[in-house]
């Protein structure tokens, strides 16, 4: 209810927010309604003071004439309020009741009130007055009355902040005009001029050469003009609550700077350093005339978030016509600017961030060029360089536009795609782009000025199979997203993207007409115009700004590049210069050709990519060694030390003359059932000291072992059986009975009658059969031969165990075996037999075990072993690093003077910490099973943070784009490698050996190399840096997964339809999330946890099992892994713990397992609570915690 209608008394009054029909020249709300304007004076007692109606009247007429027509205020007094009444005349039925409609307007307030009253004159006038009182009544009526503004000339309020808001404005900034509300993109544009300090990344400035004489007077006219036409040019910004508006001034006051002089430079400057009032327009005029007074320079300097490049062409273009033509041009004001606000409010936002979401699904990050861009910068410098392409080559590639049926700005886009690939390595290419913001359905949306472009991301996936024409169509498609959907702002983008940002690069392509210097100009023609550039900038490192030219010019490139975010200045100077250099080629190259991707090369062909990284040359006597094998190998140590102590396994101590005796039994047996070169033979023993004679006895024999974990589950132990096809299983009595029957079973403790057959020892010969993850869901056996075990302890011997041996005194060390048998990284720690140190066998049980792992180390004094750096970083914490030995190597006491480090990227705290550790050598190897175990490494001293180095003795290592082609130091590829540790392939799978052993192109005809599958980067150090997968393999704990093979399983249950297995981060590291489709009825994830438990091994299991309808989809058909829900984890059955000792075993055991309180209890166990091997750390975590 508004105050003062008391005496109305016929019900509600309605406040309600619209606007009248303009297009109605009577304005009248609907038929039968009549207008009438009352305005409204407010003395300063308060009184609420209203003119007659014929006073009334002068003013209806005032405000019906146009507010420019000179003399139509003269004599007016101006109302503080001016409140329009439309009153309803339509007949109504006699009644009673018989009602009467009045609906009033009061600036931005809709009042409708419905009331029987008899006298609607009576009543349209009590509702202005109580208007009036209702809008004035927040300030006292001095303050009201000072503000100068007719009030039949209306204030436009789009963005809908109400008289209240406007008078506080125009307080501080005179009469409005019209207050619109900010677009996304000048929000976005603000925030970064704020940002910037002092230094405006985005403001911009014309400079227009002039040549002629000019008018000083009349130019100023004629901008003026413009402006009056295109009034919304000349507004600023101002927050007003929590938004951001355009203020548009009545009467704006348009800076001008009228200068004589020589010193260009300079004044040029003095237009850019002078900052604009916040509280003024955001554009002013500059004008330099020479002493002759015929060269003139004019310079407009104006705010993006006012002007895009566009507009400031129509805009200068307009004041030029405006002044030729003395103010008789033909007025193309464009459509009213509150028109495109109107058609921005009404977009269907929802609808265009999905279709955003859909084209950019799939991304899986950001493409940055420079390495601080994405994080702000003090260092706000710009610098530009313009190049101009020829003639001929900007007609060729118009042509070649045309002749694909592509825009040539698509031609332009995909050059630079390419320019960026070959920078970044990245196959799938984002950059940002403008779009005009200009939508067609606003009729003559070409004439209206502001900022209307909006900045949008550019997908381009770069396939080197596919011809140029089916880039530039899918360059096409993205546009229609881009053309249909051109308003969303870029943080909304980038939400519905999923990622904080997705560029750094921003590519413009700018068709702006240019003024021909023999167009005549002024009022008598004498006036030319000779050049026109721009000065401006964004905050991207890097801006391309591309006009394509015409049949008489060359395409113009501007280059803007921001020095800051790069390292250095010549580090910016380098990677802008190879960036443009790409680009030019990528154009010259896309001139002419409309083939495959992979045939045209960006690269400077100058310049090669990172070159071949090859292991070092071993010495002499090093080189002596790699013909032979490495059971004679260790025959030889036995024969030169056969006293020294080989092997401790718990009871077990055996020298080197007893475990070569041992072998030799075993391998006579061996042979006496056919056992040579080329044979298979699976051992599947407990983690004993008879495994590693088994081991050498298989290879006395010179046949290949094929080693099963005994943790496997029987159905696991059948499909390797199957797939290797062993001639011979070596088995104790406790695993022989998990044989199948057919296969043959020899005892380890078997011995032969005779002496062992030395047959003859080809290095080429297979060695052995290591069962790895398999897409298909069945394991995959890597075939490996001797020659790379040989060549991994060459080069151990010189760049591991000399140093290490030297720095402990040259003793004997202890080397703990902790990495499981059926894993070829168990050599690590094998190979220090053949340099005479010992090897203690650590049991299941103890090896899982920190403290108790630790403690043996300490009683035995262990020297050194192998972990993975999740164990690694365990074991840390546990104190491996504290003990005496590991701030001197020579001392008598506990403490490992050597860590090796694989089977998964290390973290920067472990690195530092073996770094920082005096006392011990830290060492990382990386290798895949497809190349002998290991084929680069780094010590922890050749760089501050983790590497895995360079390739081992014998190896080369590559880092190629998509196209094989070497990628500089610094950029991201695909490692492949080759040499003499080169796997045959996988047993009995051609298909899958000729996808991942390619033909070398760089190696003589025949020679292979692997491709890993890894994501690296050579550093200007030449050590390699391991970025990630590129497929879908992931490592969990050691472990090489494919998440394919377990979703195999899955789906080979009963009750599940479709499944997904996906890592995932918990508090223990990364771990596998299942995803079921039930097939039917709802299925148990502890029954389906159960039935992978019997024919997977533990680390395949997945930690979770979650059930949903439908897996999610994006627009590529493919899953769309951000669209899956949170893992869901089974409950787990608990009882509550009793007594003090056991609450705090089972809160710690929650604490550091990352589950909710209760969660693990006296009666969980690990594998139920996390399925994680480190379970045990957990434990002895909660009894040292119990203890304290």
């Not at 403001?203 to 009056?228: F, K, N």
Request: aromatic share 6%; net charge negative; proline share 7%.
């Amino acid at each position: 209810m508004l105050s003062g209608l008391a005496e109305v008394g016929r019900g509600p009054v309605l406040a309600m927010v619209g606007e009248p029909d303009r297009d109605d020249p009577a304005r009248a709300a609907a038929v039968g309604v009549r207008r009438r304007v009352f305005p409204v004076f407010v003395r300063d007692d308060g009184a609420i003071v209203q003119p007659t109606a014929d006073a009334a009247r002068d003013f209806t007429i005032a405000g019906e004439l146009s507010p420019h027509t000179p003399g139509v205020f003269d004599g007016l007094v101006r109302p503080d309020v001016h409140v329009d009444i439309h009153v309803s005349e339509r007949p109504v039925a006699p009644s009673p009741d018989r009602v009467a409609v009045t609906a009033s307007f009061a600036d931005d307030r809709w009042l409708l009130t419905v009331a029987g009253h008899q006298d609607a004159a009576a009543l349209a006038g009590a509702i202005a007055a109580a208007v009036a009182r209702d809008v004035v009544s927040d300030g006292p009526p001095s303050a009201l009355t000072a503000i100068v503004r007719p009030a039949e000339v209306r204030v436009e309020d789009t963005a809908g902040v109400g008289i209240a808001a406007i008078r506080d404005i125009e307080r501080a900034a005179g009469p409005l005009a019209a207050v619109h509300p900010a677009t996304g993109l000048q929000e976005g544009l603000l925030f970064h001029r704020d940002l910037s300090g002092d230094t405006d990344v985005y403001l911009s400035q014309t400079i227009t050469e002039l040549t002629g004489p000019l008018d000083v007077a009349a130019l100023r006219a004629a901008a003026a003009r413009t402006i009056a036409q295109h009034p919304h040019v000349a507004g600023h910004f101002r927050r007003v609550g929590e938004r951001t508006v355009l203020v548009v001034p009545r009467s704006p006051d348009i800076a001008w700077d009228v200068s004589t002089g020589e010193d260009r430079e300079r004044f040029l400057a003095q237009q850019r350093e002078h900052g604009f009032d916040g509280d003024g327009p955001l554009l002013r005029f500059g004008l330099l005339t020479a002493p002759d007074g015929q060269q003139h320079t004019w310079v407009l300097t104006v705010e993006h978030a006012i002007l895009d490049g566009w507009s400031i062409w129509r805009f200068l273009r307009g004041i030029l016509d405006e002044y030729t033509r003395h103010g008789s041009a033909i007025e193309r004001s464009g459509p009213p600017y509150a028109a495109y606000v109107s058609w921005l409010t009404a977009r269907d936002r929802a609808a265009a961030r999905s279709a955003w979401g859909d084209v950019l699904a799939g991304v899986e990050g950001p493409l940055l060029v420079a390495p601080s861009s994405s994080a702000p910068t003090a260092d706000r410098r710009s610098s530009e360089r313009v190049l101009t392409l020829d003639v001929a080559l900007t007609a060729r590639l118009r042509h070649a536009g045309t002749a694909a049926r592509a825009p040539l700005s698509a031609v332009y886009e995909l050059a630079w795609a390419l320019a960026l690939r070959h920078e970044t390595g990245r196959a799938d290419v984002l950059f940002g782009t403008v779009t005009s913001g200009r939508p067609p359905e606003i009729p003559g949306i070409d004439d209206l000025l502001g900022l209307l472009f909006n900045t949008v991301p550019v997908r381009v996936r770069v396939r080197p199979g596919a011809n140029v024409q089916s880039h530039l169509d899918d360059l096409t498609r993205f546009r229609r997203v881009m053309l249909a959907h051109p308003d969303v702002p870029l943080s909304e983008i980038l939400a519905a993207s999923g990622h904080r940002e997705l560029f750094d690069t921003l590519f413009v392509f700018q068709n702006i007409p240019v003024t021909p210097p023999t167009e005549r100009l002024g009022p008598d023609g004498a006036l030319r115009h000779r050049a026109q550039t721009v000065r401006d900038a964004t905050h991207y490192p890097l801006t391309i700004v591309v006009n394509p030219g015409d049949e008489r010019a060359g395409a113009r490139i501007r280059v803007l590049s921001r020095p800051g975010s790069w390292p250095s200045d010549a580090d910016a100077d380098a990677a802008t210069e190879r960036l443009v250099s790409a680009f030019v080629r990528a154009l010259e190259g896309l001139a002419d050709h409309t083939g495959a991707l992979a045939a045209l090369d960006v690269g400077d062909q100058g310049v090669t990519g990172a070159a071949a990284l090859e292991g070092a040359t071993p010495s002499d006597d090093d080189a002596a060694l790699l013909d032979a094998t490495v059971w004679q190998l260790l025959v030889q140590r036995a024969l030169v030390d056969p006293d020294g102590l080989a092997i401790v396994a718990g009871p077990v101590r055996w020298t080197f003359a007893e475990l070569v005796h041992r072998a030799t039994r075993l391998a006579t047996a061996l042979q006496e059932r056919g056992i040579g070169p080329e044979s298979r033979v699976a051992l599947y023993l407990p983690r004993d000291a008879r495994m590693i004679v088994a081991l050498f006895a298989v290879f006395a024999a010179h046949a290949a072992y094929v080693p099963i974990d005994p943790t496997l589950p029987p159905t696991r132990v059948a499909d390797i059986l199957r797939e290797a096809d062993p001639a011979v299983v070596v088995a104790d009595d406790a695993f022989a009975v998990a044989v199948p029957s057919g296969v043959r079973v020899v005892p380890p403790d078997a011995a032969g009658g005779g002496p062992l057959v030395e047959p003859e020892r080809a290095l080429d010969a297979l060695a052995y059969v290591i069962f790895t993850s398999g897409s298909t869901g069945k394991p995959k056996g890597v075939a490996v031969p001797y020659r790379g075990l040989t060549n991994m302890f060459v080069n151990h011997r010189a760049e591991i165990f000399s140093p290490v041996v030297a720095a402990a005194g040259r003793r004997r060390l202890a080397i703990a075996h902790t990495t499981s048998f059926a894993f070829d990284a168990s050599w690590e720690q094998l190979l220090w037999l053949l340099e005479g140190h010992s090897v203690h066998v650590i049991d299941d049980d103890m090896r899982r075990d920190p403290r108790a792992l630790l403690a043996y180390f300490d009683d035995h004094r262990i020297d050194g072993f192998d972990v993975t750096p999740s164990y690694g970083a365990v074991l840390v914490d546990e104190g491996l690093l504290a003990r005496e030995r590991c701030a001197d190597p020579i001392v008598d006491g506990p403490g490992v003077v050597f860590v090796s480090l694989g089977g998964e990227a290390v973290p920067d705290a472990l690195w530092t910490a073996l770094r920082d550790a005096p006392g011990v050598h830290g060492y990382n190897l990386y290798g895949p099973t497809e190349y002998t175990i290991n084929a680069l490494g780094a010590d922890v001293d050749e760089r501050p943070t983790s590497t895995v180095g360079r390739p081992i003795t014998g190896t080369v290592a590559r880092v190629l784009d998509d196209g094989l082609r070497p990628v500089r130091p610094g950029v991201p590829g695909e490692l492949y490698l080759s040499g003499v540790g080169l796997a045959r392939g996988y047993l009995g799978r051609s298909d899958l050996t000729a996808e991942r052993f390619v033909a070398d192109p760089f190696g003589m005809p025949g020679q292979r190399m692997y491709r890993t599958g890894d994501l690296a980067m050579v550093g200007s150090d030449g050590l390699i840096t391991y970025l990630g997968r590129s497929d879908d393999q992931v490592k969990i704990r050691g472990h090489r997964v494919e998440p394919a093979e377990i979703a195999s399983a899955l789906v080979a249950l009963s009750g599940v339809r479709r499944a997904a297995v996906v890592p995932v981060r918990s508090p223990h590291g990364t771990e596998l999330a299942a995803y079921v489709v039930p097939d039917g009825a709802p299925v148990s994830a502890a029954e389906i946890t159960a039935a992978l438990r019997s024919r997977l091994p533990d680390y395949l299991v997945p930690a979770t099992v979650t059930a949903v309808d439908e897996l999610p989809l994006n627009v590529n058909g493919k899953l769309d892994v951000r669209a899956l829900p949170e893992p869901v984890r089974e409950p787990v059955e608990r009882q509550r713990p009793i007594g003090d000792v056991e609450y705090l075993i089972a809160d710690a055991m929650a604490e550091v397992l990352g589950l909710e309180r209760w969660a693990a209890t006296t009666t969980s166990s690990c594998s139920a609570v996390t399925r994680c091997s480190l379970c045990a750390s957990s434990r002895d975590c909660g009894h040292r915690r119990a203890s304290t």
